[in-house]
């Protein structure tokens, strides 16, 4: 079993912990800025961009921050990791469709580049989400670890937007719906009523994770790493916070890129993608109607009603959280 809060964090030392980040990203925009400019303010060392497409103008972004390194999916990386990468016997077969098989060679070849430049903690998250640890700095958090942990997985509170057109969703959206691992048992029962919505979390709810880095550490999956259940710590504070679809425009977009997917990750009838609302956005998209992606996002995504919302906050369902923006506003 994994250990639990922060029963586990030990007086802060004199040595501050040097953490990284790791993602992967495809046409992020504007935000891609934000995210950069966000996690440095936070003390966070490096940051590593994996970027899908190559010839994507947001490298041009992250190249004038020095303690950013961008690298394209090129024939360069590819062949690097098809030689190189212990896990692309595993994962290398799926990486012309399989989005989460490029990303756990990201992480594989990020963790390389961090052994090199003395890092000492790895964190993989999305271009479309941030790390919050309060108002703290990140590296004092971390810092603060016991000795005896190796992985932590942080719980992930999803975007509420309260607009149907949102351009860097960092510095706009404030308003998340609250991870269910930390509501009582009937919170479900009382969103519904009060929301008249029928889905509460449209994607993940299992949180993401950040390791300490030694030489053989590797990624198991997209939301965490091979460490031992009982050398992990599961807490929701600090959190991750994840900016899903916000934005008609944003979230047309997303889907315009994963395009007609199957039913099934890693392309298995084994493993059905048991997401309806994923689904549902994917047939939306590939009907070429427009008005039915409108509709998605009005019934499932948008949080408009601001009396509603209020009573969601009362009732510890929803959460604002301005830290992200303000801290961006004074950058």
Same mark, same amino acid.
């Given at each position: 079993?994994?250990?639990?809060?922060?029963?586990?964090?030990?007086?802060?030392?004199?040595?501050?912990?040097?953490?990284?980040?790791?993602?992967?990203?495809?046409?992020?925009?504007?935000?891609?800025?934000?995210?950069?400019?966000?996690?440095?303010?936070?003390?966070?060392?490096?940051?590593?961009?994996?970027?899908?497409?190559?010839?994507?103008?947001?490298?041009?972004?992250?190249?004038?921050?020095?303690?950013?390194?961008?690298?394209?999916?090129?024939?360069?990386?590819?062949?690097?990791?098809? *030689?190189?990468?212990?896990?692309?016997?595993?994962?290398?077969?799926?990486?012309?469709?399989?989005?989460?098989?490029?990303?756990?060679?990201?992480?594989?070849?990020?963790?390389?580049?961090?052994?090199?430049?003395?890092?000492?903690?790895? *964190?993989?998250?999305?271009?479309?989400?941030?790390?919050?640890?309060?108002?703290?700095?990140?590296?004092?958090?971390?810092?603060?670890?016991?000795?005896?942990?190796?992985?932590?997985?942080?719980?992930?509170?999803?975007?509420?937007?309260?607009?149907?057109?949102?351009?860097?969703?960092?510095?706009?959206?404030?308003?998340?719906?609250?991870?269910?691992?930390?509501?009582?048992?009937?919170?479900?029962?009382?969103?519904?009523?009060?929301?008249?919505?029928?889905?509460?979390?449209?994607?993940?709810?299992?949180?993401? +994770?950040?390791?300490?880095?030694?030489?053989?550490? *590797?990624?198991?999956?997209?939301? $965490?790493?091979?460490?031992?259940?009982?050398?992990?710590?599961?807490? +929701?504070?600090?959190?991750?916070?994840?900016?899903?679809?916000?934005?008609?425009?944003?979230?047309?977009?997303?889907?315009?890129?994963?395009?007609?997917?199957?039913?099934?990750?890693?392309? +298995?009838? $084994?493993?059905?993608?048991?997401?309806?609302?994923?689904?549902?956005?994917?047939?939306?998209?590939?009907?070429?109607?427009?008005?039915?992606?409108?509709?998605?996002?009005?019934?499932?995504?948008?949080?408009?009603?601001?009396?509603?919302?209020?009573? *969601?906050?009362?009732?510890?369902?929803?959460?604002?959280?301005?830290?992200?923006?303000?801290?961006? +506003? $004074?950058?």
């Amino acid at each position: 079993m994994a250990r639990i809060r922060a029963i586990h964090l030990k007086a802060c030392s004199s040595t501050m912990a040097r953490v990284c980040i790791v993602t992967t990203v495809r046409d992020p925009g504007v935000c891609l800025e934000s995210f950069i400019r966000y996690h440095l303010a936070l003390g966070i060392a490096h940051i590593y961009i994996f970027f899908d497409d190559p010839e994507d103008p947001a490298i041009q972004v992250a190249l004038q921050f020095s303690d950013v390194t961008a690298i394209p999916n090129d024939e360069a990386l590819q062949v690097q990791q098809a *030689l190189g990468n212990v896990l692309y016997p595993k994962y290398g077969p799926h990486v012309g469709y399989e989005v989460m098989a490029r990303q756990i060679l990201n992480v594989e070849t990020a963790i390389q580049l961090a052994l090199d430049q003395g890092m000492d903690w790895i *964190l993989h998250i999305d271009g479309d989400e941030l790390f919050y640890p309060g108002q703290m700095m990140a590296l004092d958090w971390f810092d603060q670890v016991s000795d005896d942990i190796f992985q932590v997985t942080f719980l992930n509170h999803e975007a509420a937007p309260e607009a149907f057109e949102i351009e860097d969703y960092f510095r706009e959206v404030t308003l998340f719906k609250r991870n269910p691992a930390i509501l009582d048992p009937g919170f479900y029962t009382q969103f519904q009523k009060i929301s008249s919505k029928s889905q509460y979390f449209l994607a993940y709810q299992n949180g993401k +994770s950040a390791a300490r880095i030694y030489p053989s550490l *590797l990624p198991n999956s997209v939301h $965490s790493f091979d460490i031992p259940g009982d050398h992990t710590l599961v807490t +929701s504070s600090p959190s991750i916070l994840h900016y899903l679809n916000c934005g008609l425009q944003n979230y047309y977009k997303k889907y315009a890129q994963l395009g007609n997917f199957p039913d099934y990750w890693w392309r +298995s009838k $084994s493993n059905p993608i048991r997401v309806p609302f994923h689904l549902a956005s994917r047939d939306a998209y590939c009907s070429g109607d427009r008005t039915r992606m409108e509709a998605l996002y009005q019934e499932f995504i948008l949080y408009n009603n601001s009396e509603t919302n209020q009573n *969601l906050i009362e009732k510890g369902i929803l959460t604002r959280i301005s830290y992200p923006s303000q801290l961006l +506003s $004074s950058l």
